[in-house]
């Protein structure tokens, strides 16, 4: 009985964004499958967004681990050598019950602050078969995310245009977990405390998703 809850246990594959060295972060890649359009697989993020989104994955995957599920990261140091399609890939092959991209969003107004949930839009061939997933997945983790933190509700997002959604082949969302250019969401964001209070709304997101 042990041995069979053991196995059954929902792997959850963490994406902490960015980390891509410059050189292959403005090289380009198609958005979705067979696309034309192309996008650079990583603009860097907003200052500090990559330390303090490791940070928080670190911290997200004791959780989960504690929860009882397992967890693999695309990136557990400072560098990913690859663009958003590697990502995607990366949690595909795992077969992962969620892709949960981490990141915190930057703005040129500091006066912008709050927590956001993405998720694909739904395209035929791209998303159809992870969209209605993800979309409930998106909903659970931003009420634990503002609900842990405190962060103001800046709602669910639908996105088209992101490549780390549209080479997904199991349930992806992408959690801004706050702006890096605002002075005190920031300064929290940057702060371990902080960091563990996203980490627990993640987790408590992850769970209300996909119960283990
Ligand atoms: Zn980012």
Redesign the pocket.
Known sequence: MLAEAVAAAALICLDP??GTPPAIGRQREPIGPASRVLKIKDGG??PG?ADAVLAIARRTRTLLLRRGYRVVMTRTGPTFRGGNIERARFCNRRGAALMLRI??DGSPDPSRRGASTLYPARRVGWTDDVYAASRRAARAVQRSLVAATGARDLGLVERSDLTGFNWADVPVILAETGFMTNPSEGRLLRSSAYQWRVARGLAAGVSAFSPR
């Open positions: 964004g960015h993020g907003a967004e990141h915190a």
